[in-house]
């Protein structure tokens, strides 16, 4: 019996049961579904770190930030080669499917511009009151980082309960990224998905200024 087509329903089933999909390099066009033992989430409360430089930053205006302006251009960076990263699991199928999610009002983007260029962002899907991060990137130093924080303040601002990592990173550390075994992460995901949060896509400085103002506490 072959297996069902993966459809961007599949999809969206399969992240209600913390199932995520990765292709081993660029030019696969087979999936492989994964569902980690110990997974990465970032908090939505005053765990959230965000260090005083980067607050500053933020704060400053030296970026502009957007919401689902951009996602096309957002999932291609993410799976541009970089150093030490010739290859990556964002594949031309993996592509397409996530800008089906994204027409259908399932999948977001955040992005960062300087002087009208795209320099970093990130993109996620959204079910329920639940975020799952997929991938980021930065053409301008903290770029990313610029656009996390954007994240963080807009879910607190909508409601959003979990903001998963897939996997927890030294890099995400700094923010407060906790690491939760899977039973636990499955309690977490099944309250979160049960609620009904909207995306909203005023998601700049001043739209943000109140919770963006709240992480000075924990800077």
């Not at 992240?15 to 999936?31: C, K, N, Q, T, V």
């Not at 975020?131 to 301008?140: K, L, P, T």
């Amino acid at each position: 019996m072959s297996e069902p087509p993966i459809t961007p329903d599949l999809l969206l089933r399969a992240y209600a049961a913390g199932i995520f999909p990765m292709a081993s390099d660029r030019e696969s066009a087979d999936l492989e579904w994964y569902r980690p033992e110990v997974r990465g989430v970032l908090p939505l409360d005053e765990r959230f770190h965000v260090p005083k430089k980067l607050l500053r930053l933020v704060r400053s205006g030296a970026f502009s930030v957007t919401s689902d302006t951009a996602f096309k251009d957002v999932m291609a960076a993410c799976a541009e080669a970089a150093p030490g990263r010739e290859t990556t699991w964002i594949s031309h199928r993996i592509g397409t499917l996530y800008q089906a999610l994204f027409e259908a009002g399932r999948a977001h983007s955040i992005e960062v511009w300087q002087e009208e260029k795209l320099v970093g962002g990130l993109y996620g899907v959204h079910l329920g009151g639940a975020f799952f991060g997929e991938s980021m990137f930065s053409r301008q130093t903290d770029a990313s980082k610029v656009a996390l924080v954007h994240l963080v303040a807009h879910l607190r601002r909508q409601g959003f309960q979990l903001l998963d990592t897939q996997y927890p990173t030294a890099h995400l550390e700094r923010f407060g990224c906790l690491e939760i075994p899977a039973a636990q992460y499955l309690v977490l995901l099944q309250q979160a998905i049960a609620l009904d949060v909207s995306w909203n896509d005023a998601v700049g400085r001043d739209d943000l200024a109140h919770e963006i103002a709240a992480f000075r506490r924990g800077a």
